[in-house]
């Protein structure tokens, strides 16, 4: 008995033991990471891709510091139930040794059409502990083969006198062919069982709306959004499978004109309806592939069953001039069972256009905020002006309690007129016109669906009294991938600038990146997105999009290899091509998205089409200095000699034309050679870098004197031959010191156009004129980016004198009030206020840089930046003569940081000696800086620094 007991407590004992030596061993096996952002294309659990090696990344964290990956493993199955059981009949990369976790491509089995995939992954840290499995993810495919494709593109055709049409429906934009009604076509069909999986692809030429069973499907807008529909056109998948139901089920859809046929592209007769593309059809495509619970597979497709209906309640739909709404016509239940269609017709078939389909990889155009109006004025009798309070794009939607058949006019502008009317002639010919007939119904709802506006302010009439302001939303609409940044800082005027930036992006995203959202214009122009790139890509996840337009732009390049200067560039006689700093956007902007986004297959893609363009100025201009083939020659647009004050001098800030373009020719060369080394075509990489040497020497030749003076002596110049890298070292501070007296010259005014003003503050910090950019930046003096927030800009202006106090408005020929160009200094703002920036040796922020340089005004700053890796975060603030210096790194990146101090030697991190400090590693110091060194955490580095902030 007494053995029994002691031999139990010598069990329960060794029990002990055992499970705390398991215990100890499985704990330090599993590491301390968590996955929590699968991405498979950039985008959470994306449907209808198809790439058929798709990529995926994660994100970890950890609460260990300088955690990194060591391997990973992935599993993608064909269903949910294998991938649990970690069966991957797909793919199963096995361990690998690796620290990837971005671009990892899928090199399994071959996907398959209309397939959704299961995926997960597991990681082995620094200490090679295994985490635990990720959540499991998935993706589904698109249709990958034109095969696949069975149905036919139907529509209503206008010719056709099967289909009746009213004559109230004439709106022409000098001499186009009339407007017609957006077609209505539906289908209806019967299903025997409970729906398991649905998936429907669609898409258009015009644009679609798309329903099922009464409820529009999706939150897609103005889809299948622009595209060069000579040549492709995109699909949009949606899974519906929870919108069927055993019996019978309808489809409906409703056509409009879109950049297809509307009167979109601002020159001469080109802006007629039916001109870009030569067809005034418009055109719809859909197929349905349906799974029932009994284990039967139904396709729907559109062809000669469905029905269409030419006269329906949307008598005209144009993105410039607007859209005409009659309520009487609506036709409740069209788009549902039990629905009279007696009186609708066939549908006409169309030939196949013979163009490529392709998945839409990108965000989607969708409702991206309401505003209700601040204020409605009556500045006329029955005249009535809301006014939103923040210019957007989009449109407004009305609730009208009116008598049936009331005419009420909605016109939109971006400003008011002294008077206090509506300001428009800077739209030129876009109207943005929605005219509303009411039904007479009580609350008629009334908002339009294939238009656009730019605006911050509506003009109503037509209404029997003021409008209550709970009768209006402002609908604002983008192509808005999530916000991966944020600004915050001491100087809430700088914070109405960041984000008067930020809503010109949102403004300027509908399918491709736009110069403007307001006048007869809103074009893929490529200057304006290659100045503005990284600050696109600093505030929101830009590659998904620009990868689709990188392929415009591809669409758009001549046979020759000219590039254009906007994508896309519809049939027209083709007169804008190749102009320097817009065509180069070819070569600049995907490799902004490789440097961001360590996307080599961005420049795998684009690489013959931008040594196409490289070559062709090159035999173009064989004495290397860009002249011919240089087509419109817009230079550093918008500089200061085009405004229009007595106090600013009149001339010499434009940089002369060949000083400007070949200053190009060389930049874009040094990308295209360092696009080759990156892809291994070791070669062409020679060659290149070569040949921009040789452009180099020629800039310098002909352009550079001896004391480092440039051809025009302008701002401009100085800053962009020192941004390029176009100069020797010899002569870089004499080049410096002409720009310092170039500024000065100015009264310390910038003078510089949409290519230089964001290399000019770059420029100044690389070359230890910080507090001269906080200057500029803070400066409230005309041209200056503070001057349109004190006149109550709520987005940035196309020119710097825009609007001037006493001289009213500039040129009605060219003022929009939302382009993004001169807000490219946001750039700056994340580099240098909240010091977060990219290390060019480690794409896609493996490995960067903290660098804040407080000055101006500011006493504090903070923000964001997602990266592909995960959230870096800063802030800084000064008390007391003491810097605090927070940051966060993403596990699996590491960071340099700059901590400005007057004693370096006195920098804490967490409270002890910064070289002492755990994860901490000193690898520098100068007389005003401590360098460090820091894996994935969060730290607080402190030092003695005294600011001294302007009052
Ligand atoms: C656009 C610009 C564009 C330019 C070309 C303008 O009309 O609005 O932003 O870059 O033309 O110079």
Same mark, same amino acid.
């Given at each position: 008995?007494?053995?029994?007991?002691?031999?139990?407590?010598?069990?329960?004992?060794?029990?002990?033991?055992?499970?705390?030596?398991?215990?100890?061993?499985?704990?330090?096996?599993?590491?301390?990471?968590?996955?929590?952002?699968?991405?498979?294309?950039?985008?959470?659990?994306?449907?209808?891709?198809?790439?058929?090696?798709?990529?995926?990344?994660?994100?970890?964290?950890?609460?260990?510091?300088?955690?990194?990956?060591?391997?990973?493993?992935?599993?993608?199955?064909?269903?949910?139930?294998?991938?649990?059981?970690?069966?991957?009949?797909?793919?199963?990369?096995?361990?690998?040794?690796?620290?990837?976790?971005?671009?990892?491509?899928?090199?399994?089995?071959?996907?398959?059409?209309?397939?959704?995939?299961?995926?997960?992954?597991?990681?082995?840290?620094?200490?090679?502990?295994?985490?635990?499995?990720?959540?499991?993810?998935?993706?589904?495919?698109?249709?990958?083969?034109?095969?696949?494709?069975?149905?036919?593109?139907?529509?209503?055709?206008?010719?056709?006198?099967?289909?009746?049409?009213?004559?109230?429906?004439?709106?022409?934009?000098?001499?186009?062919?009339?407007?017609?009604?957006?077609?209505?076509?539906?289908?209806?069909?019967?299903?025997?069982?409970?729906?398991?999986?649905?998936?429907?692809?669609?898409?258009?030429?015009?644009?679609?709306?798309?329903?099922?069973?009464?409820?529009?499907?999706?939150?897609?807008?103005?889809?299948?959004?622009?595209?060069?529909?000579?040549?492709?056109?995109?699909?949009?998948?949606?899974?519906?499978?929870?919108?069927?139901?055993?019996?019978?089920?309808?489809?409906?859809?409703?056509?409009?004109?879109?950049?297809?046929?509307?009167?979109?592209?601002?020159?001469?007769?080109?802006?007629?309806?039916?001109?870009?593309?030569?067809?005034?059809?418009?055109?719809?495509?859909?197929?349905?592939?349906?799974?029932?619970?009994?284990?039967?597979?139904?396709?729907?497709?559109?062809?000669?069953?469905?029905?269409?209906?030419?006269?329906?309640?949307?008598?005209?739909?144009?993105?410039?001039?607007?859209?005409?709404?009659?309520?009487?016509?609506?036709?409740?239940?069209?788009?549902?069972?039990?629905?009279?269609?007696?009186?609708?017709?066939?549908?006409?078939?169309?030939?196949?256009?013979?163009?490529?389909?392709?998945?839409?990889?990108?965000?989607?155009?969708?409702?991206?905020?309401?505003?209700?109006?601040?204020?409605?004025?009556?500045?006329?009798?029955?005249?009535?002006?809301?006014?939103?309070?923040?210019?957007?794009?989009?449109?407004?939607?009305?609730?009208?309690?009116? %008598?049936?058949? =009331? *005419?009420?006019?909605?016109?939109?502008?971006?400003?008011? @007129? &002294? #008077? /206090?009317?509506?300001?428009?002639?800077?739209?030129?010919?876009?109207?943005?016109?929605?005219?509303?007939?009411?039904?007479?119904?009580?609350?008629?709802?009334?908002?339009?669906?294939?238009?656009?506006?730019?605006?911050?302010?509506?003009?109503?009439?037509?209404?029997?009294?003021?409008?209550?302001?709970?009768?209006?939303?402002?609908?604002?609409?983008?192509?808005?991938?999530?916000?991966?940044?944020?600004?915050?800082?001491?100087?809430?005027?700088?914070?109405?600038?960041?984000?008067?930036?930020?809503?010109?992006?949102?403004?300027?995203?509908?399918?491709?990146?736009?110069?403007?959202?307001?006048?007869?214009?809103?074009?893929?122009?490529?200057?304006?997105?290659?100045?503005?790139?990284?600050?696109?890509?600093?505030?929101?996840?830009?590659? %998904?999009?620009? =990868? *689709?337009?990188?392929?415009?732009?591809?669409?758009?390049? @001549? &046979? #020759? /290899?000219?590039?254009?200067?906007?994508?896309?560039?519809?049939?027209?006689?083709?007169?804008?091509?190749?102009?320097?700093?817009?065509?180069?956007?070819?070569?600049?902007?995907?490799?902004?998205?490789?440097?961001?986004?360590?996307?080599?297959?961005?420049?795998?893609?684009?690489?013959?089409?931008?040594?196409?363009?490289?070559?062709?100025?090159?035999?173009?201009?064989?004495?290397?200095?860009?002249?011919?083939?240089?087509?419109?020659?817009?230079?550093?647009?918008?500089?200061?000699?085009?405004?229009?004050?007595?106090?600013?001098?009149?001339?010499?800030?434009?940089?002369?034309?060949?000083?400007?373009?070949?200053?190009?020719?060389?930049?874009?060369?040094?990308?295209?050679?360092?696009?080759?080394?990156?892809?291994?075509?070791?070669?062409?990489?020679?060659?290149?870098?070569?040949?921009?040497?040789?452009?180099?020497?020629?800039?310098?030749?002909?352009?550079?004197?001896?004391?480092?003076?440039?051809?025009?002596?302008?701002?401009?110049?100085?800053?962009?031959?020192?941004?390029?890298?176009?100069?020797?070292?010899?002569?870089?501070?004499?080049?410096?010191?002409?720009?310092?007296?170039?500024?000065?010259?100015?009264?310390?005014?910038?003078?510089?156009?949409?290519?230089?003003?964001?290399?000019?503050?770059?420029?100044?910090?690389?070359?230890?004129?910080?507090?001269?950019?906080?200057?500029?930046?803070?400066?409230?003096?005309?041209?200056?980016?503070?001057?349109?927030?004190?006149?109550?800009?709520?987005?940035?202006?196309?020119?710097?004198?825009?609007?001037?106090?006493?001289?009213?408005?500039?040129?009605?020929?060219?003022?929009?009030?939302?382009?993004?160009?001169?807000?490219?200094?946001?750039?700056?703002?994340?580099?240098?206020?909240?010091?977060?920036?990219?290390?060019?040796?480690?794409?896609?922020?493996?490995?960067?840089?903290?660098?804040?340089?407080?000055?101006?005004?500011?006493?504090?700053?903070?923000?964001?930046?997602?990266?592909?890796?995960?959230?870096?975060?800063?802030?800084?603030?000064?008390?007391?003569?003491?810097?605090?210096?927070?940051?966060?790194?993403?596990?699996?990146?590491?960071?340099?940081?700059?901590?400005?101090?007057?004693?370096?030697?006195?920098?804490?991190?967490?409270?002890?000696?910064?070289?002492?400090?755990?994860?901490?590693?000193?690898?520098?110091?100068?007389?005003?800086?401590?360098?460090?060194?820091?894996?994935?955490?969060?730290?607080?580095?402190?030092?003695?620094?005294?600011?001294?902030?302007?009052?």
């Amino acid at each position: 008995m007494k053995f029994i007991i002691k031999s139990r407590k010598v069990f329960i004992l060794l029990s002990i033991c055992l499970t705390g030596l398991i215990f100890t061993i499985t704990c330090k096996k599993s590491a301390d990471i968590q996955i929590v952002d699968l991405r498979c294309e950039y985008r959470k659990e994306p449907i209808g891709i198809d790439d058929r090696r798709p990529r995926f990344n994660w994100v970890m964290q950890s609460d260990e510091r300088n955690q990194v990956q060591s391997a990973y493993r992935i599993i993608v199955a064909s269903n949910a139930g294998s991938l649990s059981k970690e069966e991957g009949d797909m793919w199963d990369s096995g361990k690998t040794i690796s620290e990837r976790s971005i671009q990892v491509e899928y090199s399994g089995k071959a996907l398959e059409s209309n397939t959704t995939y299961y995926w997960k992954v597991r990681v082995w840290d620094k200490a090679d502990r295994h985490s635990a499995w990720s959540n499991p993810s998935c993706w589904s495919m698109g249709l990958l083969d034109k095969s696949d494709w069975q149905a036919k593109w139907i529509g209503v055709s206008y010719n056709d006198k099967e289909f009746t049409r009213s004559a109230d429906t004439i709106f022409t934009a000098r001499g186009s062919p009339p407007g017609t009604p957006s077609p209505m076509l539906r289908k209806t069909f019967p299903l025997e069982s409970n729906v398991k999986r649905a998936m429907v692809y669609v898409s258009a030429l015009g644009l679609y709306e798309l329903r099922i069973n009464g409820k529009k499907v999706g939150d897609h807008l103005l889809a299948p959004e622009w595209t060069d529909y000579s040549k492709r056109v995109q699909y949009q998948t949606y899974d519906v499978t929870d919108m069927l139901k055993p019996g019978e089920n309808t489809i409906g859809a409703i056509l409009g004109d879109g950049w297809y046929i509307g009167t979109f592209g601002q020159w001469g007769d080109n802006a007629s309806r039916g001109k870009n593309y030569g067809s005034l059809d418009r055109k719809f495509l859909l197929q349905l592939d349906i799974r029932t619970e009994d284990g039967e597979s139904t396709t729907i497709v559109s062809d000669e069953s469905w029905k269409g209906f030419a006269d329906g309640p949307i008598r005209f739909a144009d993105m410039f001039l607007g859209e005409t709404i009659d309520a009487r016509r609506n036709i409740p239940g069209w788009d549902n069972t039990g629905f009279d269609d007696s009186e609708w017709k066939a549908v006409h078939v169309f030939p196949d256009p013979g163009i490529e389909l392709v998945a839409q990889m990108y965000e989607p155009i969708r409702v991206i905020d309401t505003l209700r109006p601040v204020t409605v004025t009556e500045p006329d009798p029955g005249v009535y002006i809301i006014d939103m309070g923040q210019n957007i794009a989009g449109w407004c939607r009305l609730v009208a309690n009116e %008598p049936e058949g =009331t *005419k009420i006019m909605l016109r939109h502008g971006e400003r008011l @007129t &002294e #008077e /206090g009317g509506l300001y428009t002639q800077n739209l030129r010919r876009a109207k943005q016109e929605d005219i509303f007939i009411t039904s007479g119904e009580p609350y008629d709802t009334l908002e339009p669906r294939f238009t656009y506006h730019g605006f911050q302010f509506a003009e109503i009439t037509g209404l029997s009294k003021k409008p209550d302001l709970s009768m209006i939303t402002g609908i604002a609409i983008s192509s808005y991938p999530e916000q991966t940044g944020h600004f915050e800082c001491s100087n809430p005027e700088l914070n109405q600038l960041w984000n008067n930036i930020l809503w010109t992006q949102r403004d300027n995203q509908h399918g491709i990146p736009t110069d403007c959202p307001q006048r007869d214009e809103r074009m893929g122009w490529m200057g304006d997105a290659l100045v503005f790139a990284q600050t696109a890509i600093y505030n929101m996840n830009m590659a %998904p999009f620009y =990868t *689709k337009w990188i392929r415009d732009i591809r669409d758009a390049q @001549t &046979e #020759e /290899g000219e590039f254009a200067d906007f994508a896309p560039h519809p049939n027209w006689d083709r007169p804008h091509l190749n102009a320097p700093g817009w065509a180069d956007a070819g070569l600049v902007v995907p490799y902004r998205v490789y440097q961001n986004y360590d996307d080599l297959r961005v420049l795998e893609r684009q690489y013959q089409s931008a040594k196409k363009f490289i070559d062709f100025v090159h035999k173009s201009n064989p004495d290397l200095v860009w002249r011919n083939h240089a087509g419109n020659q817009y230079g550093d647009w918008l500089n200061g000699d085009l405004i229009k004050s007595d106090s600013y001098p009149g001339e010499g800030a434009t940089m002369p034309k060949d000083v400007f373009a070949t200053a190009y020719f060389a930049y874009s060369t040094n990308i295209l050679a360092e696009m080759a080394n990156l892809l291994g075509i070791g070669s062409d990489a020679e060659e290149y870098s070569a040949l921009a040497d040789s452009i180099r020497q020629v800039f310098n030749d002909n352009f550079v004197s001896g004391n480092g003076e440039i051809t025009g002596d302008t701002q401009a110049g100085y800053v962009i031959a020192l941004n390029f890298k176009l100069l020797p070292d010899s002569l870089k501070p004499l080049a410096v010191n002409h720009m310092l007296r170039r500024i000065s010259d100015y009264d310390g005014r910038i003078s510089t156009g949409f290519h230089s003003t964001v290399l000019l503050m770059k420029e100044l910090t690389d070359w230890g004129y910080t507090p001269l950019a906080y200057d500029l930046l803070e400066s409230h003096e005309l041209p200056s980016w503070l001057y349109p927030v004190d006149q109550g800009a709520t987005t940035i202006w196309e020119r710097w004198d825009g609007w001037v106090k006493g001289r009213g408005f500039q040129d009605i020929g060219m003022n929009s009030f939302n382009h993004y160009s001169f807000g490219s200094v946001a750039e700056w703002m994340y580099r240098t206020i909240l010091g977060i920036n990219r290390d060019d040796n480690h794409p896609g922020y493996k490995k960067f840089i903290i660098k804040p340089e407080p000055g101006g005004s500011l006493t504090w700053a903070k923000g964001e930046y997602h990266s592909i890796h995960g959230l870096i975060r800063t802030e800084w603030r000064s008390e007391n003569d003491r810097f605090i210096l927070n940051i966060t790194v993403p596990v699996n990146t590491h960071a340099i940081v700059y901590v400005p101090s007057d004693f370096p030697e006195s920098i804490t991190e967490g409270g002890e000696e910064a070289v002492n400090s755990p994860g901490v590693q000193q690898v520098g110091m100068s007389k005003n800086q401590g360098i460090f060194e820091i894996g994935s955490g969060t730290y607080q580095f402190e030092s003695k620094y005294s600011i001294h902030p302007k009052k």
